[in-house]
């Protein structure tokens, strides 16, 4: 098993521009999450999904888009890069619950100028 | 709302000796506290998670202990090696249907020989 995948690993956009951040997972989890990770603040929750169709905001959601059409895949999108939104991104998977064990993604470090 | 506490100094330690970290919230109990590892440029690794009606709980070298009444949760690596430096993160989830997985900002821990 490939576990949690994210694409791409680096990304630098210019203010305005959009994108889309990738996330898929092969352990059949009904659960996703995207969060954010910047220095002193810990691990915040953009948005998360608890079955395909299902989408819901977490903490910190403006500016970000979510969507699950596939129980495999979650892509997070930008949709109108802030340098506010320079930060590392990490999508989460678990089984059933967000209280159980979160399976990670290596990161994806955006640096929006 | 909730706040949790980790220690934002590093823990510097010998190795062989125990890295004992805390994790300390205010208000209500988590029904779910869980411990993950994290190393520069990567994901978090789940370790450890303790319920609610359990006051510790072992793997291996580490020990998670819960203590409701002080709001608080130790982590212990016994016989801690340089393989162990890595920053280390709690993240609790309370019973609610609004309750989302909050991490605390985490705690870096250097083991030295």
């Known amino acids: 098993n490939a576990g949690v995948t994210q694409t791409p690993k680096f990304q630098v956009l210019k203010t305005g521009q959009s994108m889309t951040l990738q996330c898929a997972q092969d352990m059949n989890h009904e659960y996703m999450s995207w969060y954010r990770q910047d220095p002193g603040m810990g691990l915040r929750l953009i948005h998360y999904s608890v079955g395909a169709g299902i989408t819901d905001q977490g903490e910190v959601p403006n500016g970000y888009n979510v969507s699950r059409s596939t129980t495999e895949d979650f892509p997070l999108r930008l949709l109108s890069a802030a340098p506010s939104q320079t930060s590392v991104y990490f999508c989460a998977s678990s089984y059933e619950r967000e209280y159980n064990e979160q399976f990670f993604g290596p990161g994806t470090r955006l640096t929006v100028l | 709302s909730q706040k949790i506490e980790q220690n934002s100094e590093a823990l510097n330690i010998q190795e062989g000796k125990t890295a004992t970290l805390t994790c300390n919230y205010t208000?209500?109990?988590?029904?779910?506290l869980q411990w993950y590892r994290q190393d520069p440029g990567r994901g978090p690794v789940f370790l450890l998670l303790i319920r609610e009606n359990e006051k510790e709980k072992r793997k291996e070298r580490l020990k998670v202990t819960f203590d409701t009444t002080l709001k608080q949760s130790l982590f212990h690596i016994t016989a801690s090696q340089p393989a162990d430096s890595a920053t280390y993160l709690c993240a609790l989830w309370f019973t609610g249907t609004a309750s989302k997985l909050t991490f605390g900002t985490g705690t870096r821990l250097q083991v030295t020989l």
């Open positions: 208000n209500y109990s988590p029904a779910y």
